[in-house]
């Protein structure tokens, strides 16, 4: 079961980089809202038969939606704002073995970065109704995108397509 800043048997933290590192900035675009308040009761990973969940997309990025319906599922790309994100060495089983942040998708990362792919329900204005996410409610988003599976590229343009002059 997980533990909020839990640091398990064989598990290895570090002393986080410097500020001279960290040189991302992030704009959150809106807001998960889900039925789960705690890591303990949040799903390890998201369903597409899971509970109808709300993606509230904040000004100035709704104009963004635009088209949205086009595609049926999404990559949905949030932070895990209550993540450590100290651990280099995990757990995952609580059984004292351990491999590398990097090989597993604990939520506990450096930059504690989740993506789900969720099923589009509906879309208006700037709510985004949609099943599969596995996050907590208040959840941050950081971005939205078609499915790579699914989605098929803008044509690049042929040589003369475009006059000039």
């Known amino acids: 079961m997980v533990r909020e800043n839990e640091v398990r048997r064989n ?11 960290a040189d991302a900035q992030l704009e959150f675009i809106g807001v998960i809202h889900t039925p789960w308040t705690s890591r303990l009761e949040c799903p390890r990973q998201g369903r597409a038969d899971g509970p109808v969940c709300e993606i509230e997309i904040f000004e100035p990025w709704i104009p963004a939606l635009a088209g949205i319906e086009k595609y049926a599922r999404y990559e949905v790309l949030y932070w895990l704002h209550q993540s450590r994100r100290d651990l280099v060495l995990q757990s995952p089983a609580n059984d004292g073995q351990v491999r590398g942040t990097f090989a597993l998708r604990s939520p506990v990362r450096p930059n504690p970065i989740g993506t789900s792919i969720a099923e589009l329900v509906s879309a208006t204005g700037g709510i985004l109704k949609v099943r599969g996410l596995d996050c907590l409610d208040g959840t941050p988003l950081v971005d939205l995108k078609p ?19």
Do not use: C, L, N, Y
């Not at 499915?147 to 002059?165: E, L, N, S």
């Open 11 to 21: 598990e290895v933290m570090v002393k986080r980089a410097s500020a001279e590192h």
């Open 147 to 165: 499915d790579r599976t699914i989605f098929v590229p803008i044509a690049p343009p042929q040589k003369g397509d475009f006059q000039t002059g």
